[in-house]
């Protein structure tokens, strides 16, 4: 079945400031390559959704949700050391926290089995109350309690950004419907995700973190994929399998030190499409998190949409 993807210009009015790595070239570099395909024509477009405000409530306070739209209507600024909002940033944070419910919406209509979403700002930092590390509302997370509002019983959540997910696990750190999976740099930003943290309450066992030190190359991080992350996931067996997909753990990537390569991003989308086809008819929602290096961003990307889509 077909691929959806979502992508819109808005998202380059999020104006981080000249000279941060989180910027609006980053997506144009994006849709210039994927519009390069040969099965660009392919892809499904999603409508335009923005987020209601109590979708976003399923996740963040709503007295953070005010005020980050006070701050960004007052012109903006820095919210904390590293992440600035414009005056349409809010909007854009708005636009891109509705394109994953609207993913789900078309999934369950059939219109797609899986989808690539093409978001700015990113969102796994992001906290219930507040915003962290260029992310402002937790895309991934609102997606998921959206999904479960929805009839979806059990969703995982697999983060390769080379970052820890921070804020999505402490969303459902206690909470056994949603499954937190993440690989990262460790030690690197934000300084969380040890090995120990498995969850707690209902939530205990249900968080699995797989720290990677500087310079782990290729072959030792597909092997914690395929020995630790796919097998979890089939013990899980979730009905839906959302992705928290940065690439700043490739190799160019400036922000960070582990290694991979594009094939890299094509091996770890094979091994979720072949186990999401047995687990859950093939159903993946990927959303833009991080990745810093414009053009091995770009090709990253073409390689994980082009084995969704094939
Ligand atoms: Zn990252």
């Given at each position: 079945?077909?691929?959806?993807?979502?992508?819109?210009?808005?998202?380059?009015?999020?104006?981080?400031?000249?000279?941060?790595?989180?910027?609006?070239?980053?997506?144009?570099?994006?849709?210039?390559?994927?519009?390069?395909?040969?099965?660009?024509?392919?892809?499904?477009?999603?409508?335009?959704?923005?987020?209601?405000?109590?979708?976003?409530?399923?996740?963040?306070d709503s007295q953070y949700i005010a005020q980050l739209e006070s701050f960004c209507?007052?012109?903006?600024?820095?919210l904390?050391?590293?992440?600035?909002?414009?005056?349409?940033?809010?909007?854009?944070?708005?636009?891109?926290?509705?394109?994953?419910?609207?993913?789900?919406?078309?999934?369950?209509?059939?219109?797609?089995?899986?989808?690539?979403?093409?978001?700015?700002?990113?969102?796994?930092?992001?906290?219930?109350n507040r915003a962290?590390?260029?992310?402002?509302?937790?895309?991934?997370?609102?997606?998921?309690?959206?999904?479960?509002?929805?009839?979806?019983?059990?969703?995982?959540?697999?983060?390769?950004?080379?970052?820890?997910?921070?804020?999505?696990?402490?969303?459902?750190?206690?909470?056994?419907?949603?499954?937190?999976?993440?690989?990262?740099?460790?030690?690197?930003?934000?300084?969380?995700?040890?090995?120990?943290?498995?969850?707690?309450?209902?939530?205990?066992?249900?968080?699995?973190?797989?720290?990677?030190?500087?310079?782990?190359?290729?072959?030792?991080?597909?092997?914690?994929?395929?020995?630790?992350?796919?097998?979890?996931?089939?013990?899980?067996?979730?009905?839906?399998?959302?992705?928290?997909?940065?690439?700043?753990?490739?190799?160019?990537?400036?922000?960070?030190?582990?290694?991979?390569?594009?094939?890299?991003?094509?091996?770890?989308?094979?091994?979720?499409?072949?186990?999401?086809?047995?687990?859950?008819?093939?159903?993946?929602?990927?959303?833009?998190?991080?990745?810093?290096?414009?053009?091995?961003?770009?090709?990253?990307?073409?390689?994980?949409?082009?084995?969704?889509?094939?």
């Amino acid at each position: 079945m077909a691929t959806a993807t979502f992508y819109d210009p808005l998202f380059l009015e999020h104006d981080t400031g000249p000279g941060h790595p989180e910027r609006a070239a980053r997506l144009e570099a994006i849709v210039a390559c994927l519009q390069r395909t040969s099965y660009h024509a392919s892809l499904v477009k999603l409508p335009k959704r923005e987020a209601t405000l109590a979708e976003i409530g399923l996740v963040h306070d709503s007295q953070y949700i005010a005020q980050l739209e006070s701050f960004c209507n007052q012109g903006g600024g820095y919210l904390d050391g590293d992440t600035p909002v414009s005056q349409n940033s809010y909007a854009a944070a708005v636009l891109a926290a509705g394109a994953g419910p609207g993913a789900v919406d078309a999934i369950q209509k059939g219109d797609a089995s899986n989808a690539f979403l093409m978001l700015r700002p990113p969102g796994h930092h992001s906290l219930r109350n507040r915003a962290m590390g260029f992310c402002l509302f937790n895309n991934v997370a609102i997606t998921a309690s959206y999904a479960r509002s929805r009839g979806f019983e059990r969703v995982a959540i697999v983060d390769w950004d080379v970052h820890h997910g921070n804020g999505t696990e402490s969303i459902f750190y206690n909470d056994s419907s949603v499954y937190f999976i993440s690989l990262h740099q460790y030690p690197c930003y934000p300084g969380t995700g040890a090995r120990k943290d498995r969850g707690a309450g209902a939530g205990s066992g249900y968080t699995l973190n797989i720290p990677l030190a500087p310079g782990t190359g290729p072959a030792e991080y597909e092997r914690h994929f395929a020995e630790e992350v796919l097998p979890a996931l089939e013990e899980y067996a979730p009905d839906l399998i959302l992705v928290s997909a940065g690439f700043d753990a490739h190799k160019s990537d400036p922000l960070a030190s582990l290694e991979l390569t594009t094939e890299s991003f094509a091996r770890l989308t094979e091994g979720l499409r072949t186990l999401s086809g047995s687990l859950c008819a093939g159903r993946i929602i990927s959303f833009l998190e991080g990745g810093y290096h414009l053009q091995a961003l770009a090709e990253s990307v073409e390689a994980h949409v082009a084995v969704l889509a094939t």
